[in-house]
């Protein structure tokens, strides 16, 4: 090997290397939909932290939760225990649901409600149910070279945005900030 040919194979890998962490929030965003349409949970555990997305569920479902309540409910005893507890009840959903196991669950009742609505593939009662896909329609862009978001527009007007993180040259599920209730 020249002189002159190892710069260029060095350039040419930095290249492969950024190009490769660029498009990794679109390919992790292809895998969560793969996995969520073939209900493959270990895929998807391959896709989203799950402990940083409870926490930060846990985190928008408090700040609802006060914004709902009301400075009246807050500055109550009573009220400030209620929003306690109402809190606690909410994390332990979140702590349940934001799991493998709690998204197996939900994609399995997604299967049974498909089944139930007729809502399937061929529309037969008994046939493939409709496949869930979340990311659909959703539009990417890059808020630091670290952040990832896509957003996705709803029927109702609202907007789920989901949010992935770059975790060494892997992209990850890290947040989902889900649309704010009507006041």
Do not use: C
Request: no cysteine; glycine share 10%.
């Amino acid at each position: 090997m020249s002189r002159r040919t190892l710069p260029a194979i060095a350039a040419a890998l930095l290249a492969v290397l950024v190009a490769y962490v660029a498009a990794g929030p679109w390919m992790a965003m292809r895998g969560i939909g793969q996995a969520i349409e073939r209900r493959d949970v270990a895929r998807l555990s391959r896709h989203v932290d799950f402990p940083t997305l409870r926490l930060n569920l846990k985190a928008h479902l408090d700040d609802e939760l006060v914004r709902r309540a009301g400075s009246d409910l807050q500055s109550s005893r009573f009220g400030a225990l209620a929003l306690a507890m109402a809190g606690q009840l909410g994390g332990a959903g979140v702590d349940l649901m934001v799991t493998p196991a709690g998204i197996a669950a939900l994609l399995q009742g997604h299967v049974v409600w498909q089944r139930a609505t007729g809502t399937t593939a061929d529309g037969d009662t008994w046939g493939s149910p409709a496949p869930a896909r979340p990311l659909q329609g959703a539009r990417g862009r890059y808020e630091s070279l670290s952040r990832f978001t896509a957003s996705r527009p709803l029927d109702d007007g609202g907007t789920v945005v989901f949010v992935l993180t770059r975790q060494g040259l892997r992209w990850r599920l890290t947040d989902i900030d889900l649309p704010r209730a009507a006041d």
